[in-house]
């Protein structure tokens, strides 16, 4: 399959917005307990609602397709199709996704599949997760059968979101489940991630489909602010941590000898890393690489001792704190603006970024499968919602992506996130970066498209044959 027209279009996640918990014959999943759980501590609210997309996809979808997108990308709840994992497959939760599937084409909509965004089924949370092997296995069989159920309308799919970030969060920062503190655990943890996508990707080509089948890595354009030798190769081990351990991977086939040689100077176990297991990394090589991307990484040289990680979930300004000794400490350019967060807006990084790509992986299409800002929206006197802060975030990513093509980058598609606000990960639901604001404080739920939706209506409209004539 060629793609000729540029994708245009946002995005979710199961968890996020679908709701409906305990419906459709749906089993737990890890995130359905720590949100239930006393580990839930900081913004102590639940995806148990969300808002509600498993009963109003149709209605979401359709204003994507009024707000002029012609994609989205959304994920499949593993807990929907197998509820236990391992077990067998649900007609109940299958026949969800084929409607939602159905209703995407109905309006003009092409969907892009995400196979696994962080929920994984309580029952293999609960037997090791991703640090066992054996889920791995459960993974492919479970994507077999998407496959089977709906590879015959679904021509882009993305094997696992964000192997880098989730096991961050996972086994970093400590604030998602398990919730534990261990680099050991998440670098064996994203090793499985990454051969489980590679057996996807070669299992989905032995089905005979012709669609595109890729990866979503977080990346970051990762930069200095003093031009010193200390400096450069602090950004390299930065490189090599959130980016290279990830893309190379998936696009090349194989990790990089700096990777392995690290993990082994650091003293790490490595012997999950199996002989065997490289044919399959070679074999499971993906499309395109899918690109979620907000901000870059200003790295400096790690003068302190030990480990520090720390994220900001509550929005209090507080920027994220990082150093990993042997590593890079992460800098900060005080020049900048941030968001509530202690995100940086800095737009010329998905620039930079896309032509480090191209630099690195030549003949690799990207798919910017994410980008957004989120922040504190309300809705004004006048009754709508002015998110003019977000509008200038994305006017300056899209601007550099052209100017990025311009340069002979091959971009396919953007996907805004999010389509509407959604549950927001540990940060809750006041952190919003939905192009249509929801009202969760009404029972109806009600949708209100932000000016950034209309923004986004009238950018797609100006500059989509453009975008067309650049796909390569």
């Known amino acids: 399959m060629k793609n000729r027209k540029f994708l245009w279009g946002s995005a979710t996640a199961a968890y996020q917005c679908e709701g409906a918990w ?65 077990g067998e497959r649900d007609r109940e939760g299958i026949d969800f996704y084929n409607r939602l ?13 995400t196979l696994y965004h962080y929920d994984l089924p309580k029952t293999l949370f609960e037997m090791g997760g991703w640090e066992n092997r054996d889920t791995t296995e459960a993974y492919v069989r479970y994507a077999k059968v998407c496959f089977e159920e709906f590879g015959d309308r679904v021509n882009y799919w993305a094997t696992i979101n964000e192997p880098n970030y989730e096991t961050l969060c ?12 261990s680099l050991e655990r998440r670098w064996k943890a994203m090793y499985h991630m990454m051969l489980a996508s590679a057996k ?9 489909y012709q669609g595109m089948i890729g ?8 930069d200095f602010m003093e031009d010193a030798e200390e400096y450069r ?29 690290k993990l082994m100077e650091e003293g790490y176990d490595l012997s999950y890393m199996r002989k065997e297991d490289e044919e399959i990394f070679k074999a ?64 010329k990084s998905i620039y930079d970024l896309l032509l480090d790509l191209k630099k690195r992986y030549p003949n690799m299409p990207v798919i910017i499968t994410e980008n957004g800002v ?6 004004s006197e006048d009754g709508e919602v002015h998110d003019q802060y977000r509008i200038e975030y994305l006017q300056g990513y899209v601007d550099w992506i052209e100017k990025a093509m311009d340069a002979g980058c091959d971009v396919r598609g953007y996907f805004v996130w999010s389509a509407m606000d959604v549950y927001s990960w540990i940060n809750g639901y006041k952190k919003r970066y939905g192009l249509v604001y929801v009202d969760f404080d009404d029972q109806g739920l009600r949708r209100i498209p932000k000016d950034s939706y209309y923004w986004y209506k009238n950018t797609i409209r100006e500059k989509g044959e453009k975008f067309d004539g650049k796909v390569q």
């Open 374 to 379: 989120g922040n504190y929206d309300s809705v």
């Open 101 to 113: 599937i159905n209703a995407c084409l109905k309006y003009g909509i092409e969907p892009l599949v």
């Open 170 to 181: 996972c086994y970093g920062y400590g604030n998602y489940p398990p919730n534990v503190k």
């Open 233 to 261: 190769k602090a950004a390299g081990f930065a490189d090599l941590f959130f980016n290279i351990s990830v893309n190379d991977v998936c696009v090349r086939g194989a990790y990089p000898e700096e990777y392995r040689d």
């Open 215 to 222: 990866l979503v890595s977080d990346c970051y354009s990762i």
């Open 200 to 208: 996807a990707v070669a299992l989905y080509r032995g089905m005979g």
């Open 22 to 86: 305990k419906e459709g014959g749906k089993g737990l999943s890890n995130w359905d307990v720590f949100c239930h759980s006393d580990k839930n501590n900081v913004n102590p609210v639940t995806g148990d609602v969300a808002c509600d997309h498993y009963h109003r996809y149709e209605e979401d979808i359709k204003r994507m397709a009024e707000g002029g997108q012609n994609a989205y990308r959304f994920s499949i709840a593993w807990t929907r199709i197998i509820p236990d994992g391992t």
């Open 284 to 347: 499971g090589c993906v499309d395109y690489l899918g690109v979620n991307a907000y901000c870059r990484y200003l790295a400096k040289p790690c003068t302190e001792k030990g480990i520090s990680l720390t994220a900001n979930n509550t929005g209090d300004g507080k920027k994220k704190k990082l150093f990993i000794e042997g590593w890079f400490a992460l800098d900060e350019d005080k020049g900048l603006e941030k968001t509530p967060w202690g995100m940086e807006i800095y737009p």
